[in-house]
């Protein structure tokens, strides 16, 4: 017998086979009027940026788009870094006035910054949505030492379930990742230190209009 | 498996109570532990009523078990990735190894899993001649002391900042410049940089599996685990059959429960969803993806008793707040897992004969059960060990006589009553004011502890004579 059907029979001599229609309500039922936590501000933009600041995740707002390359130049100026920038290679990303940046796709192991999208921002955890896929690739959102993302608060959903529901709505990417805060650590003494393996620095630029 | 040559419980639980700075390293993070999850409880009034979706969530999955994996194992091998199952550690092991070596893999990256600690998998690679990177922090650390870890969420938990110190100053070249902690971490973050990209295959864990996309979840709050899955040719997920989920919205009311009784956190930096190798087209990720279904004693624990332990989602709060683990460190307890949920699942692992002393090992003042996010009711579980135990006649002859006294004393009162009456007295002669801090055959207790001085007349005379007083 196959080590698959050893452990699939042992699992049915101990617990008998149900009807799987009635699984399925059962697991449905386990889902309705879900116990979360209440969100940290009525509005979810502002809930959103509350969660996220509390764990390290810096702000900047936008009217549109077209105002990105500036919130990055202030974002990098601001830190005291060349205006250099790993760019996802998104249409939308690309199609911006980038003039005055060196924008590159190729990610060095030691990137200082990147630019990103994120699909959604959930409002319940301050976290950032990003889906592998062929114009994201998955170490974008984690070689470079800043993260730069660009949200539109359109795209702000208010709890963990309200993803979930999208994710089971589209063909699941390789990755799906949620995003909170930068990296960090409690390994030594458990004490916080921030930046770790990933990025040390995490920033929105929401894109508040049109 | 592993934990090669081991002396006997007594003498490690001795050994680590002398050891002052492991008292100090555990003091210092069960300490903050217990603070931040007791914060973030507080911070969620619904706590109560999260724990119990929760644990009916995992209820269902336990009663629901085969149905669950058969469609995990057909989302998954639809996505593209590999199912292997292995029924116990040996058959994991194997299954590892082979998908390395067909790799040709010479590093292998390692993103922290109790799983691969409890089927051996450092030792298997190491025989293998494969060299293992751990990526994980803490992981990292008891690597570079050749250890294995001493808890399950903080693996290092019992080195103090000054020994990290020390381990990095020779493990690492060019040593950190500096010993506080933020220097240290990104000394680790230069050193393993390299490896992350230069690795054939990366193994990860699983916090859930996903029946219904066929996808594997792991929650991490460095950032390793990606770093660690996403450059090599080859990703291996290891996961023990139990930490089926039906959906990712199960998932997430788990998530809850499990970020807040682990670390006191909301939500874990990273939460991220591994669904079958890189896609057509997709900008990176591994070419092949294998996912090993691990039984490993959980298909037994699902006929016996032990079956509410396959709820456990892994959090570590029982060990935090335990009054035994946070005296002897999780080295100690000899198993993969320590602690209050080690104690019950070590002998599963390990077999009750050589681990009978860890469900003895516990004071059953119930606080493990009170803190589990999922109310597994550990101490009744420890005591099923203790009886089950006993009705193997495990237990050695001078305990199974003295009990044997005991009872054959306790069905005859006069007597009983004599024996106590000279025993109090007894015990008043070594006490000094209201303690005993030294008594012959009593030093395993009063080493560590004083016993506290009885009253002079038993509990009985005492009610006798009161009796008489109110009668009067
Ligand atoms: S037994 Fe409960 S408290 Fe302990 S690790 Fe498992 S889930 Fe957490």
């Known amino acids: 017998m196959s080590a698959r059907d050893t452990i699939l029979a042992a699992i049915r001599a101990a617990s008998p086979a149900n009807d799987s229609g009635a699984i399925a309500a059962e697991a449905a039922a386990l889902l309705r009027d879900p116990v979360r936590p209440a969100l940290a501000a009525p509005a979810l933009p502002k809930a959103f940026e509350v969660k996220a600041s509390a764990l390290g995740t810096t702000f900047d707002h ?7 390359p500036q919130a990055v130049r202030r974002y990098l100026d601001g830190h005291g870094l060349p205006p250099s920038l790993a760019l996802q290679p998104a249409p939308a990303l690309a199609a911006l006035d980038w003039t005055g940046i060196d924008t590159h796709p190729a990610l060095a192991p030691n990137e200082p910054a990147a630019l990103g999208l994120a699909l959604w921002g959930i409002a ?6 990003i889906h592998s896929g062929p114009e994201t690739p998955i170490l974008l959102s984690f070689l470079p030492l800043h993260h730069i993302v660009v949200l539109h608060r359109d795209n702000l959903l208010a709890w963990l379930e309200d993803y979930a529901g999208k994710l089971a709505a589209q063909a699941i990417p390789r990755n799906a990742i949620l995003i909170t805060g930068p990296s960090g650590t409690t390994d030594i003494e458990g004490s916080y230190v921030r930046g770790a393996h990933g990025p040390g620095f995490v920033h929105v630029i929401m894109i508040d209009g049109g | 498996m592993h934990t090669a040559t081991k002396a006997p419980f007594k003498d490690r639980a001795k050994a680590a109570l002398a050891d002052r700075t492991l008292k100090l390293a555990i003091d210092r993070t069960t300490g903050t532990a217990e603070t931040k999850r007791a914060a973030a409880v507080a911070n969620f ?27 995990f194992e057909k989302n998954a091998t639809a996505s593209g990735a590999q199912v292997h199952w292995a029924v116990d550690d040996a058959e994991a092991r194997a299954i590892v190894t082979r998908i390395c070596l067909d790799a040709g893999a010479k590093i292998v990256t390692r993103s922290k899993s109790m799983l691969g600690e409890e089927i051996g998998l450092p030792h298997a690679l190491a025989d293998a001649g494969i060299e293992r990177v751990e990526t994980d922090l803490a992981e990292h650390i008891i690597q570079l002391a050749g250890e294995p870890p001493s808890h399950i969420i ?62 594997t979840c792991t929650v991490t709050n460095e950032g390793n685990a990606e770093l660690t899955t996403t450059p090599p040719r080859v990703h291996i997920v290891t996961a023990g059959v139990e930490k089926i989920v039906p959906s ?20 874990t930096q990273y939460t991220t969803f591994h669904c079958g190798p890189k896609r057509a087209g997709d900008a990176d990720g591994p070419e092949e993806m294998h996912i090993v279904l691990v039984d490993n004693g959980r298909t037994r624990m699902l006929a016996d008793e032990f079956r509410e332990m396959l709820r456990c989602i892994r959090c570590g709060a029982c060990m935090n707040h ?23 699942l070590t002998p599963v692992l390990d077999g009750l004969a050589a681990s009978r002393d860890l469900p003895n090992a516990c004071t059953m003042n119930g606080r493990c059960a009170e803190v589990c996010p999922v109310e597994i009711p550990i101490p009744t579980l420890l005591r099923a060990w203790r009886t089950r135990s006993w009705r193997e006649r495990l237990e050695p002859g001078s305990l199974r006589g003295g009990l044997g006294l005991w009872a054959w004393a306790a069905r005859r009162p006069a007597i009983y009553r004599l024996g106590s009456r000279i025993g109090v007295r007894v015990l008043r002669l070594f006490g000094k004011g209201g303690w005993i801090s030294h008594m012959p055959l009593a030093g395993g207790w009063t080493g560590h502890r004083d016993l506290p001085r009885p009253p002079g007349r038993t509990f009985m005379e005492e009610y006798r004579a009161r009796q008489k007083g109110t009668r009067k």
């Open chain 2, 322 to 344: 335990c009054v035994v683990y946070r005296q002897i460190g999780g080295h100690a307890y000899g198993g993969t897992y320590p602690g209050p949920m080690g104690s019950v």
């Open chain 2, 154 to 215: 903080w693996p290092a938990m019992h080195r103090t900042r000054e020994q990290v110190a020390d381990l990095f100053r020779e493990g690492h070249n060019p040593p950190p410049e500096a010993e506080d902690p933020a220097t240290m971490v990104q000394s680790a973050r230069r050193i393993l940089r390299e490896k992350f990209l230069g690795a054939d295959v990366g193994i990860s864990g699983a916090n859930f599996l996903v029946a219904d996309t066929g996808a």
């Open chain 1, 62 to 68: 936008v009217a549109d788009m077209g105002a990105v």
């Open chain 2, 45 to 71: 009034p619904e706590f109560q009523a999260a724990r119990d979706r929760g644990r009916a969530i995992k209820d269902h999955v336990i009663a629901n078990l085969g149905h669950y994996l058969e469609m």
């Open chain 2, 248 to 267: 990712t919205a199960h998932a997430f009311a788990l998530l809850r429960l499990l970020v807040r009784s682990a670390t006191g956190g909301e939500m």
């Open chain 1, 124 to 129: 319940e955890s301050g976290s950032l949505v």
